[in-house]
Nanobody, 122 residues
Framework: QVQLVESGGGLVQARGSLRLSCAAS????????MGWFRQAPGKEREFVAA?????YYADSVKGRFTISGDNDKNTVYLQMSSLKPEDTAVYYC??????????????????WGQGTQVTVSS
């Protein structure tokens, strides 16, 4: 079992940057497929990025967001650049079995953090 805690959200202007952190405890994040999802008001939760031995991105963030991990800190990051108002959402970190193929599907993830709000102003 793994516990996940996100941090790093906030208010930023369009074209700005933020880095989200997802601190894992209980087990190393390397044991899992780690994903970032987001949910805007009135919308379904959507896939943003994931990492195991490779990285995967939603088309809407490709080239602007980067997912990475720090083994020593047992933390996964989401570096977000060139932010747009449509990136505004609550961002969630999640963990799935390492060999999960459906990395874009929320129900494939067993563990979730509490979420962190990202607001991008125009």
């Amino acid at each position: 079992q793994v516990q996940l805690v996100e941090s790093g959200g906030g208010l930023v202007q369009a074209r700005g940057s933020l880095r989200l952190s997802c601190a894992a405890s209980g087990r190393t994040f390397k044991s899992y497929l780690m994903g970032w999802f987001r949910q805007a008001p009135g919308k379904e939760r959507e896939f943003v990025a994931a990492i195991n031995w490779s990285t995967y991105y939603a088309d809407s963030v490709k080239g602007r967001f980067t997912i990475s991990g720090d083994n020593d800190k047992n933390t996964v990051y989401l570096q977000m650049s060139s932010l747009k108002p449509e990136d505004t959402a609550v961002y969630y970190c999640a963990a799935a079995p390492k060999y999960t193929q459906g990395w874009t599907i929320p129900r494939n993830y067993d563990y979730w953090g509490q979420g962190t709000q990202v607001t991008v102003s125009s």
